[in-house]
């Protein structure tokens, strides 16, 4: 590791902290804040978010190489962790921490969009089936009843076995078209019961039309469980990618990503395992973080959830 | 309820006809071509059109579509175009295999994950429970492949106490007794199950942690305490059973992660499965088998959102009478 | 006198908040006594700590965030309950002292028969065969005057209404014959009707069976007709006890006169007369007002009462320590006659 990659490291870690501490500082101010820092792991996702999404951008200056630069292939292959290559070197010399700081671009760039195709598709399709209802409403919830019965990953690898090499776009566009079932039937249920509220009965006696009313009125209101459904959905996406890359049918090499990683080195898993460890430990690491921030957004956009925890003596 | 076990049957068989359609739909209509050079072979376009013939995929869609519907009835799926041999004989080989790497797995991440979920809630907000909350959520969070891979190393490769791959051990396998045949298999299952039940595992024991919990501060616990019981028939008969329904419903949700899993699974420890069996058919665009694979798993989900149903309806009495 | 069942001195459970808002002191030194047979009513507004009286004399505080403090002293026949171990003290629990809630609606385990939920207790305190377990269950079932018991024995309680399940409650209570009952709110979730019923129902069990009752109410009227004595709640203290004619003839505290000025009553000369109600409301059990905890809603407040508090002061006229108050207005009587 040359000075420039420690010392943009650092500065990730510090810009990292100083995220979750200023998070923490202003906690106080609102009920929801207050809620979500209830959550002990809630902080510590915080930082692991802040620092990898920090990597991702700033991945030119914290990889000391690039993420495909062979090294030496002869003296520099299968490398254990040293001070010059913190996470090792690979099968073909590579630098295990460059790659991984690359592959953190990747891998978190197709969660993030995967899962906004998918919020999108999913909160959209429920939206309509909520407000219309009748036959659009039964047919497209026996779509995703039919969705729901299909294991995501068979429906990948179906779609994948249709398209030899599969253009990156186009995975990520379908990861997120298999993965927005569960949110539609979640929107739907909200406004099924919004709909009947007072200030949607307004804005249609108002003479807004079904989109308008949908697009203003409704989405908005159902935001809280799409926030938390998209937040426990960004670390599903990552492990389908990882499983899908693993198999040898995701991302295509040599770009690097989280999924491929771990494929590189399953093969030298007895003599390198380094290469195998370390990207998995970022996966488990980033999902973890998701997982913990989503429990806590739970909680925090979720005004009922307030009362359980006052146990006053009065309130008994 | 008899009305409600009907429609719920009747209910299931559309969906999985509806997967059948969608799957045939999709392989057939979408631009991939079996019998096209996948490498830099070159085949002779006669030759192509000779197997394109031998397996109907000249005929018109809804002919092709209608004699796989028919030959569905009588329970064959095909011919596989590359292992040579019907698909119903290489799902049949495969599918027991899946079973019980899932099922063992299902009966670990139930158990274990009941175990931790009630020890945890008795012990809620205290250093146990807060130790297994992180151990949980990190576990829930890992790629499951990539803890096979890490049991692989340590218990497989370094400690060597268990087998590296397979279903049982090829060479000594045939001629050992009953009884060491059975240990044999259970010595190959055993790191394989418990890298997807120890996953599952983790996440059952967030979500029974929470059901417990809810359930401890419910009245009729405080009554149950009121009476005088032992607080281990308190918290083991009259809030488990109570925290056991949300668990009914998660078993029913469980299949398809744990079929998801066991895809990768499978292919880590080389796990002669439904899995393996597909993963591998993609690469040789073998569309009978991946159809039919995708047709299984999909019944199995299914069935186990059905039996999930029928179970919970058995299970809360305020189901049973109403019957919806 | 009859013989003395329960002895309560100085009862003080605490509750600690989260994220250290302070200790909510819900229960600050309560002192009783209950003889067998007798009624004794708990009276007062939601908040004063009557709840949490009740469930502290059988430890069903949740600890933590709840303790008790020691100190506090709670004796059934000699035993002080608070230093018994937690298998005597289940011994007691549903057998010498049981207790019904207020809401039968959740008080009950949806999952199990009622006939299983009353035989359960006599299974584990009398060591009752499950087939005479059951028997008992109908019985009770029938006492509690539940029609048709030898079906109603099987059904889950979601099949029962409020009133019915409320019988089950007292069903299950009584199941072992214990010589303390304590019926926390036992009508508030009920229709007026239905709670006539189980009023009735609870004197007629207690006339059989000999058994005392501590009834909690924040409602003067239930009052009035069933108890033997009543206790006045505020703030987490007593603030005023006196036998039940006594206490309607002559209330002292002015949280009492208070109270009883918001009971309907059809005997009063002015029919159309507003009801009364007390101003404000009972302040958090986390910041009890200093002096007299009733002052800031109180119409007779002096400055005394702001910084001095009234310790328990004798009013009786008859036997000693019959009629207590918790007021300064004992000692200055002239000061009640400025009266808004």
Same mark, same amino acid.
């Given at each position: ?23 923490? $500082? ?6 929801? $804040? ?8 809630? @902080? ?13 951008? @700033? #991945? ?9 630069? /062979?090294?030496?292939?002869? /003296? ?13 070197? &690979?099968?073909?010399?590579? &630098? ?37 209802? $009748? ?9 995703? &009843? ?55 009965? #307004? ?7 079904? #989109? ?54 399953? #093969? ?26 989503? &429990? ?8 009922? $959830?307030?009362?359980?925890?006052? /146990? ?5 | ?70 030959? =569905? ?25 899946? *079973? ?31 130790? *297994? ?16 891979? =890490? *049991? ?36 190959? =299952? ?112 299914? *069935? ?21 | ?36 047979? %007798? ?108 029609? !048709? ?6 059904? +889950? ?70 108890? !033997?004595?009543?206790?006045?709640? +505020?703030?987490?203290?007593?603030? %005023? ?25 059809? !005997? ?63 000692? %200055? ?8």
């Amino acid at each position: 590791m040359n000075l420039r990659a420690t010392l943009a490291l650092l500065g990730a870690l510090a810009l990292a902290l100083f995220v979750v501490g200023e998070a923490r $500082r202003h906690a106080a101010a609102t009920p929801a $804040r207050r809620r979500f820092f209830r959550h002990r792991p809630a @902080a510590w996702g915080l930082f692991v978010l802040s620092f990898f999404v920090t990597l991702a951008i @700033a #991945a030119p200056w914290v990889a000391p190489y690039g993420p495909s630069v /062979t090294l030496e292939i002869v /003296t520099l292959k299968n490398q254990p962790p040293s001070l010059l290559h913190p996470l090792g070197t &690979d099968l073909y010399s590579r &630098d295990v921490w460059s790659r991984l700081v690359y592959g953190s671009r990747v891998s978190l760039s197709i969660g993030a969009l995967a899962m906004l195709v998918a919020v999108t598709v999913g909160a959209v399709v429920g939206a309509v089936a909520g407000y219309v209802r $009748r036959w659009v409403d039964t047919a497209l919830m026996r779509l995703v &009843d039919v969705g729901l019965a299909v294991p995501r990953i068979f429906l990948m690898l179906m779609a994948i076995a249709l398209w030899q090499r599969l253009p990156l776009a186009l995975f990520v566009l379908l990861i997120g078209l298999t993965g927005w079932f569960g949110t539609s039937r979640l929107v739907r249920a909200e406004v099924l019961t919004l709909r009947e509220r007072d200030f949607v009965a #307004a804005a249609r006696g108002l003479g807004a039309g079904p #989109a308008r009313i949908i697009l203003r009125h409704v989405l908005p209101n159902v935001a809280a469980p799409i926030i938390v459904s998209a937040a426990l959905g960004i670390g599903n996406v990552m492990l389908l990618e990882a499983g899908l890359s693993f198999l040898g049918i995701g991302v295509p090499p040599p770009l690097p990503s989280w999924g491929n990683m771990i494929a590189d080195g399953a #093969a030298q898993l007895a003599t390198a395992p380094w290469t195998t460890l370390f990207p998995g430990l970022a996966i488990a690491l980033v999902v973890m973080a998701l997982n913990a921030v989503g &429990d806590a957004l739970r909680d925090a956009l979720d005004p009922r $959830r307030e009362a359980e925890w006052d /146990t006053d003596g009065a309130t008994l | 309820m008899a009305t409600w076990l009907v429609r719920r049957v009747a209910a299931s068989l559309a969906i999985v006809f509806a997967v059948v359609t969608f799957t045939f739909l999709l392989l057939h209509l979408a631009p991939g071509e079996p019998f096209l050079p996948s490498g830099d072979t070159p085949i002779d376009p006669a030759v192509v059109a000779r197997l394109r013939h031998q397996f109907g995929l000249d005929q018109s869609l809804p002919l092709q579509y209608a004699k796989y519907l028919g030959a =569905l009835a009588h329970g064959q799926l095909g011919e596989s175009f590359a292992l040579h041999r019907p698909v119903a004989d290489a799902l049949g080989d495969a599918i027991p295999n899946t *079973l019980v790497l899932v099922g063992t797995a299902l009966v670990l991440e139930l158990l274990l994950g009941l175990a931790f979920g009630v020890y945890q809630a008795a012990r809620a907000r205290r250093l146990p429970d807060v130790a *297994l909350g992180y151990a949980t959520l990190f576990l829930n969070s890992v790629p499951t492949f990539w803890l096979g891979l =890490l *049991l692989l190393l340590v218990f497989g490769e370094a400690l060597r106490w268990f087998p590296v791959g397979g279903v049982v051990d090829p060479v000594v396998h045939a001629s050992l007794p009953w009884a060491g045949r059975t240990a044999d298999r259970l010595w190959h =299952l055993a790191l394989p199950a418990l890298t997807l039940g120890c996953v599952g595992a983790a996440g059952t024991a967030r979500y029974e942690r929470a059901a417990m919990l809810e359930v401890i501060n419910q009245d009729y616990v405080r009554t149950a305490r009121a009476k005088g019981l032992p607080e281990r028939r308190v918290v083991l008969v009259h809030a488990l059973r109570n925290a056991l329904l949300p668990l009914v419903t998660l078993f029913g949700l469980s299949f398809p992660f744990l079929l998801t899993g066991a895809v990768l699974v499978e292919w880590v420890f080389a796990w002669p499965g439904m899995g393996k069996l597909t993963a591998e058919a993609i690469f040789r665009r073998d569309y009978p088998v991946v159809l039919a694979a995708a047709t299984s798993a999909s019944t199995m989900v299914v *069935l186990g959102s059905l039996l999930a149903d029928v179970l919970y309806a058995i299970a809360d009495p305020r189901i049973r009478v109403h019957g919806e | 006198m009859t013989e003395l069942l329960l002895r309560v001195r100085d009862l003080r459970t605490y509750f600690v908040t989260e994220q250290g808002r302070g200790t909510a002191r819900a229960v600050d030194g309560v002192s009783f006594d209950l003889h067998a047979g %007798e009624t004794l009513g708990i009276v007062g507004e939601s908040g004063c700590g009557k709840t949490v009286t009740s469930l502290s004399l059988l430890r069903l505080i949740p600890e933590p965030p709840g303790h008790i403090l020691p100190g506090s002293f709670i004796e059934l026949e000699g035993r002080n309950l608070l230093t018994l171990a937690p298998k005597a003290l289940r011994a007691i629990r549903g057998n010498e002292m049981a207790m019904i809630f207020q809401e039968p609606m959740t008080s009950l385990n949806p999952v199990f028969t009622v006939g299983d939920q009353i035989a359960e207790a006599a299974i584990v305190h009398q060591g009752l065969s499950r087939r005479a377990a059951r028997a008992r269950a109908i019985e009770m079932l029938k006492l509690v005057g539940l029609p !048709d018991p030898e079906t109603r024995v099987d059904h +889950y309680p979601h099949q029962l209404s409020g009133g019915m399940r409320q019988r089950v409650m007292i069903a299950m209570a009584l199941v072992c014959g214990p010589k303390v009952l304590i019926a926390d709110e036992p009508t508030t979730a009920l229709d007026v009707t239905i709670q006539a019923q189980i009023l009735e129902l609870l004197n007629r069990l207690q006339d059989e069976l000999g058994m005392a009752v501590i009834l909690i109410t924040h409602d003067l009227g239930i009052v009035a007709g069933t108890v !033997d004595r009543v206790l006045v709640m +505020y703030a987490g203290q007593v603030v %005023e006890s006196a036998p039940t004619p006594e206490l309607f003839a002559r209330p002292l505290h002015p949280y009492t006169e208070g109270l009883l000025a918001s009971v309907p009553r059809l !005997d009063t000369p002015h029919p159309r007369r507003r009801l009364h109600s007390i101003p404000g409301q009972v302040p958090a059990a986390t910041a009890w007002p200093a002096g007299c905890r009733f002052h800031p809603r109180c119409p007779y407040a002096w400055d005394r009462c702001t910084v001095e508090e009234p310790p328990l002061l004798d009013a009786g006229k008859g036997e000693p320590a019959s009629h207590v108050v918790r007021c300064w207005l004992l000692a %200055e009587p002239a000061r009640r006659t400025r009266q808004p």
